[in-house]
């Protein structure tokens, strides 16, 4: 055993109260060992480690690297045993965890288990064995409806795609599957046992390979109600797309979300981590109903922690974060479970775009980052926030996300790709220390990036960089706290948060407050004997 592996005796598992850092495997680093092709590689994340330890995050969520034709750039995977080409090869995931675990990392590896790629060895069975067959069964594959004359012509339910247009393809010999996502990630039926086994299995080969968790990918898709009866839609009848959004959708009651079966999938896997050493442990990603339906994923036999949305999806008001602060902590305490918190993903529009953007937005994001660290459990940040990056307005032509070419538009949605454009290490031009060569990378980046980059902004105090690494080291001193001991006011623009050690104020107005007596341990941005707007500072003493 490793000192890692031992429990930390009488303390609380390391994920609890830890920082995690999310890199999209594509857009962190390139090494240029797998070609000078612009995408970033597991050596490249190895190579960047010691950044992220003096960061001062404890773990890193690496999104999937397995074998994938990358319609939908990893999360298509059709090999869940190897990695793909592109990234590197088993033995670079190897260094990879023995380097993190060398600086006192933790790995958290992407699951997916709600879908595989269209080129996965199953599907490719389930398409030549034909209906009826059991290689077909581990797919949802069903007759179609439609008139007398042409039977079977028409998708067997309305189902639509969370990427847009109907959620059925068909194939050659009439039948059609169910793909929630994109027509290449077609859904396993989780009512077969075959399916279950075999992604017991896959948790297993990962463990073995010293993983410290997962993060599971749609975690509350996998079961559809046994009867695919037909979803509730409201679809404008100029363009056929439904009129609410990806978010709005997912959040309704509907037959493919949110199943009670889940949670048998979820109490076999915490079986199979709990055989393991150390503190393994997973996190679902879960677009639940409500916070008491976010709980039941993260009961004491289930799953380590779900994501927390709300915050994310929240207005930029006090009143509107203290809701999300104490409604959080209530719905969790009846589980006994920490909460989690996230304001940034590589599926969503970056933080500092969605408080505004310019100067402002970028106040803002920083505020609401302290804020989210002093609470208690963990946090989750997204690569690039840390450099203050905006959400990229990517020129049509350069996108990429199968959301956006599924529907090029129609429903106004761009896409995801710009929050994935590749990160700026260094240098004053594309690919700026992303990887070797010249050009651009495989989304191209801004051209004003240059004092965005991690090497322009170290050493200069006023840099979101610094200020994230003085947060993250400040975090590290605070005394343990809970969820239940957690005080949450509001008066007017101001949030105050009081915990052990702490009280944390966050001024959501414009002007300046009065900053009450204590003394500042970090601030957002510049205090003095004020609380200017849009601003937090983490305050002891008094
Ligand atoms: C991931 C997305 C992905 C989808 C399908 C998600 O929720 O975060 O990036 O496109 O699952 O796998
Ligand atoms: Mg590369």
New binding site residues.
């Given amino acids: 055993m490793t000192a890692r592996d031992e429990p930390r005796s009488g303390e609380a598992p390391w994920w609890r109260d830890a920082v995690i850092y999310q890199i999209y495997v594509r857009s962190f680093a390139d090494s240029g060992t797998r070609g000078v092709d612009g995408v970033g590689d597991l050596p490249g994340i190895t190579s960047r480690l010691p950044y992220l330890r003096d960061l001062g995050v404890d773990a890193v969520w690496i ?1 999937p690297f397995y074998t994938s034709p990358q319609h ?2 990893g ?2 995977v059709a090999d869940y045993r190897d990695i793909d080409p592109l990234f590197g090869t088993l033995a670079d995931a190897d260094t990879l965890v023995a380097t993190a675990h060398d600086l006192d990392l933790r790995v958290i590896v ?1 699951l ?1 288990p ?2 595989t790629s269209d080129e996965h060895a199953w599907f490719r069975a389930a398409l030549a064995a034909g209906p009826g067959s059991p290689e077909r069964a581990r797919y949802l594959f069903r007759d179609g409806r439609g008139p007398a004359d042409a039977p079977g012509s028409e998708p067997p339910n309305n189902w639509q795609s ?2 847009g247009g109907p959620a059925r393809t068909r194939v050659a010999d009439g039948q059609w599957y169910l793909h ?3 027509t290449t ?1 077609p859904d396993r039926d989780w009512r077969n046992p075959e399916v279950g086994d075999m992604f017991a299995d896959v948790l297993r080969f990962w463990l073995d390979r010293d993983v410290d968790g997962f993060r599971v ?2 975690a509350h898709g996998l079961y559809k109600e046994a009867s695919l009866r037909d979803q509730v839609l409201d679809e404008d009848p100029a363009t056929s797309e439904p009129k609410e959004s990806m978010v709005a959708r997912t959040l309704r009651d509907e037959p493919m979300w949110d199943q009670p079966e889940v949670h048998d999938v979820y109490r076999r896997w915490h079986e199979v981590l709990a055989s393991y050493p150390g503190e393994r442990m997973n996190v679902a ?1 879960a ?1 639940t109903q409500t916070p008491a339906s976010m709980a039941k994923f993260v009961r004491p036999d289930e799953m380590s922690q779900a994501f927390n949305f709300s915050w994310l999806l929240a207005d930029w008001s006090a009143q509107a974060f203290a809701d999300v602060v104490t409604g959080t902590c209530e719905a969790l305490a009846d589980v006994g479970a920490s909460p989690t918190w996230v304001l940034s ?3 969503v529009i970056r933080h500092t775009t969605r408080y505004g953007g310019g100067p402002a937005g970028l106040a803002r994001a920083r505020a609401a980052t302290l804020t989210m660290l002093a609470l208690p459990g963990s946090s989750y940040l997204y690569q690039g926030e840390e450099l203050g990056l905006e959400q990229v307005d990517v020129a049509p032509e350069d996108r990429q996300d ?2 956006w070419l599924r529907h090029r538009g129609a429903t106004g949605e761009v896409g ?1 790709d710009g929050c994935r454009v590749p990160i700026p290490w260094s240098g004053t031009s594309a690919p700026y220390g992303f990887g070797p060569g010249e050009g651009q990378p495989w989304i191209p980046q801004p051209a004003d990036w240059a004092s965005l980059t991690a090497q322009a902004q170290t050493g200069d105090d006023g840099s979101t960089l610094e200020f994230y690494r003085r947060a993250l080291a400040a975090r590290r001193g605070l005394p343990a706290t809970t969820a239940e001991s957690v005080r949450v006011d509001v008066d007017g623009d101001l949030l105050t948060i009081t915990r052990a050690g702490l009280r944390v104020l966050l001024n959501c107005g414009e002007s300046a407050l009065p900053l009450p007596p204590g003394d500042v341990v970090v601030a957002s941005g510049p205090v003095d004997g004020e609380l200017p707007g849009w601003t937090a500072v983490w305050l002891t003493g008094q």
Avoid: A, G, I, K
Wanted: no cysteine; aromatic share 20%.
């Fill in positions: 999104t939908d750039h999360y298509d992407d997916v709600n879908h969370v990427f929630l996502f994109y990630q990918d749609v990603e677009w993903n590589h599926d199968p959301s995801r």
